[in-house]
């Protein structure tokens, strides 16, 4: 697949559709490609890199790209396509300005469970059916994808390309993904028990931000969390669990919004579950206002900005908040 | 630093029965910036706003924090007051201390307690008011009636004799609305259509009236002074312009079989139809849901009929946009539903009716041509039984019906049972009655006619069950708690007098307009006592039954009335705004629309705009900005915005926060 994108994206450049190419570039360890934008053939020839460990959503950075001269080609998984249909609708990315090329995806690794698996000094990786094959310094090694796939990946929403100039490989389905099973399993417990769930997860949160900076719903030009006229700006944590008031904040202000693309579990260095809160929100929603899926579409209106006849009461707060 | 003054008000014992009033003003003097805090009986009084007018003169107060009832009581008064006084009048802030804290604590510590935080986070607003300057938007002068019943009938001619357009907005296809179907009207007697018809003819050819017969309101934009209305006009399939209402095609329409609405459906009408002699506007409508050819394609009969060529079957439903300074809702009112009324048998029989279709079966125009007979066999009933309250009065657990009086039914079955006698001596007539409530001028006297005169049997106590027997007749049995004894009636006819309840229109309408409803969708007034004919939606007013039950006098008195504040809205030249507006914070704007989605008054656009940027580049970027004679300050878009760009004057975000952290302090 590598090969195919390097080259497709060299003729793009030739012929002038685009003038850069936003991918992901080999990191200084195999499992740590990071996003780059190339402009020549020779820059994809030596840094793009396309496998198995390149989970990193695009789509936030062309928010920055499309607003500089020219077109950018940009190749997007299926899951990134949610997330650039959803700025687009909301007017943070000029998608005149983007080529996307949609590329398949059967699921990312996740380095942690393959460590977890016990591999050490990994210098590769390659899907071989149901399996994937670890390259390490000590010799190769066979796992089965179930293992180690990224737990977003796991729980798969769709495979389908929501938005797309063309593809290379084939476009797949919306999946009946049971990714709400986890959200159900803490709403069955109790508020003490949840409580307790939320108060070890967040009280690692070393509030490094890598959440919200990956975030694509997260594009505001000031973020009240910097702003020191909005009351909430940073300031010293008064104890170790006082951040979950930061991603409470964060999952509000992205509610409705969020694609549920899994980004901020990725890169958050302390192992957070934070999705889990974005996830809560949109079963909420469904259940609440009909099933919606943001990024579906560029044009309608989310079940939060919009007013219909049928919405639930404000009394459903209270109804729902009894235990 | 502001100089603040706090000025805690009694309301009599309003107020300081339950609120400590003293310790109030006593305690808010400590708070940051207060210079004076006092209290007084009534601060809204004469003598009340005198001493608030001398303390801003001889403290040089720069903000007042009134701790006494609603904004919604007084607060246009204490900003006239610090306007007198010299002082911007937005930089008065109330403390709600009674609404809010003495009306609904028992316990003076406790409402204490509670008004001094509701001060002090007053005092922590009004630390970061600023000055506001009202601007001015005109007034579009127009109105627009919706419901074409005596009640926006007489609206309409009301506001258009004072030389306004008005237009009315009918969903049937002809005004009239429910009076149209009433044969005679209590106490005089005299005949419904007789009085109705003319002012409908007025209606219509009033120069200044414009009727939309057979339409609706579908979208409602706007505010005070200068609403924007989207108005549906359903296809009649026949062009109004053309048709003479002849009556021809009616007469040869084949497809006779359609109950007639108009006569309840005791009898058939055509599916081409005029839905009485008298309809206006005079023309004709198809049916699409009977008409031959809408169903199949073949006949087309009217067609070849109509000499006017009116007859357009490819007519569809049009919309027009039109504007108004004020909107007055008549959407009227309808008999409930008797289908769960089983005990009455209501659904078993068809002798058993509702007074409205009495009405219909007494009409010279209705299905029998004014004879009273029986619906079942058409023979002239001898025994009829009269069942007052069904569904009204209710027992709030009672799911089937109303928890209020419908008001007007007692009057009514007065009238029936008198009208029945007098026309047909042959009859005997009861009336089961709760109580007979007559509170009208003339009411009491005319129901003591019924009993006296004419002879009518009432009885004190409620039917518990109507039985249709094998001969015809319907077996009553109820109870006559005066004698204290069960009755058994056999009754040739009985008429149920059904609870009355707003038009399922109301609600929908009522969101359009942001107006707001009580909990039997009856639109609230905005002061039950002193603003009957108001809503709390600025420039949306109340006539007739869609506020509450009302007879025919009330509801011309309330039409009238409504006319009034209508016309006196209209001869402004123009309203003042309300500067508490929304902005937007253009640098942290990011242009995703979410505001725009959200505002109710469609007071937000973008535009694409050239910033300097910190590094010393121009970077093009697309803001939010509001409109602010179209803004109406309701907040929508503050909280809906993610990155807290926009704010709204008055209510500013950071002047919540201070509220709320004065409140947790």
Known sequence: ?323 | MQRIGVFVCWCGSNIAGTVDVHKVAEALKSEPGVVISTQYQYMCSEAGQTLIKDAIRDHKLTGIVVCSCSPRMHEATFRKTAAAAGLNPYMVEIANIREQCSWIHKDMEVGTEKAIILGRAAIAKVHLNAPLVAGESPVVKRALVIGGGIAGIQTALDIADAGFPVDIVETKPTIGGKMAQIDKTFPTLDCAACILTPKMVDAAQHEKINIYAYSEVAEVKGFVGNFSVKIKQKARMVDTTKCTGCGLCVEKCPMKKVPNEFNLGMDKRSAIYIPFAQAVPKVATIDPTACIKMKTGKCGLCATVCEAGAIDYTQQDSFIEEKYGAIVVATGYNPINLDKYDEFAYNQSPDVITSLEFERLTNAAGPTAGKLLRPSDGKHPHTLVFVQCVGSRCDVANEKGKSYCSKICCMYTAKHAMLCREKYPDTDVYVFYIDVRTPGKNFDEFYRRAVEEYGVHYIKGMVGKVAPQADGTLLVQGSDLIEGEQLKIKADLVVLAAAIEPDKSARPLATMLTASMDTNDFFTEAHPKLRPVESPTAGVFLSGCCQGPKDIPETVSQASGAAAKVIGLLVKDSLTCNPCVAHSNELMCNGCSACEKVCPYGAISYEDKEFRMPDRTTAIRRVASVNPAVCQGCGACTVACPSGAMDLNGFSNSQIMAEVDAICK
């Open chain 1, 1 to 323: 697949m590598q090969e195919a994108m390097i080259k497709r994206a060299k003729e793009l450049l030739t012929d002038g559709t685009v003038n850069r190419v936003l991918g992901w570039q080999k990191g200084g360890v195999a499992y740590d490609a990071t996003p780059a934008v190339f402009d020549s053939a020779e820059a994809l020839e030596q840094g793009f890199v396309y496998d198995d460990f390149t989970a990193a959503n695009l789509s936030k950075y062309l928010v920055k790209e499309t607003k500089n001269e020219g077109k950018v080609l940009v190749f997007l998984k299926p899951c990134d396509t949610y997330s650039l249909n959803q700025l687009t609708k909301e007017h943070r990315v000029n998608r005149d300005n983007v080529y996307v090329i949609g590329v398949g995806c059967d699921g990312k690794a996740d380095v942690e469970k393959l460590r977890a698996q016990g591999m050490d000094g990994i210098l590769g990786i390659t899907a071989e059916g149901d399996n994937f094959v670890v390259e390490t310094l000590y010799g190769n090694k066979t796992v089965a994808k179930a293992d180690v796939l990224a737990e977003r990946c796991v729980v798969c929403k769709s495979r389908k390309l929501m938005t797309y100039d063309e593809i290379l490989g084939e476009d797949g389905e919306v999946i009946d993904s049971n990714r709400f099973d986890m959200v159900e399993q803490l709403e069955n417990m109790t508020s003490d028990q949840r409580y307790a769930f939320w108060q070890n997860e967040l009280s690692r949160c070393i509030r490094c931000n890598a959440c919200r900076n990956v975030c694509p719903a997260c594009t505001c030009e000031k973020c009240v969390f910097d702003n020191v006229n909005s009351g909430v700006a940073n300031t010293a944590a008064a104890d170790s669990f006082e951040e979950k008031l930061f991603h409470v904040i964060r999952a509000f202000h992205v509610a409705g919004r969020c694609t549920d693309c899994g980004e901020c579990s990725r890169v958050c260095p302390q192992g957070i579950p934070l999705h889990l809160l974005n996830r809560k929100f949109i079963k909420d929603i469904n259940e609440l206002y009909g099933e919606y899926q943001a990024g579906e579409d560029t044009d309608s209106r989310g079940p939060l900005t919009n007013f219909t006849y049928d919405d639930c009461e404000p009394s459903i707060v209270h109804e729902r908040g009894v235990e």
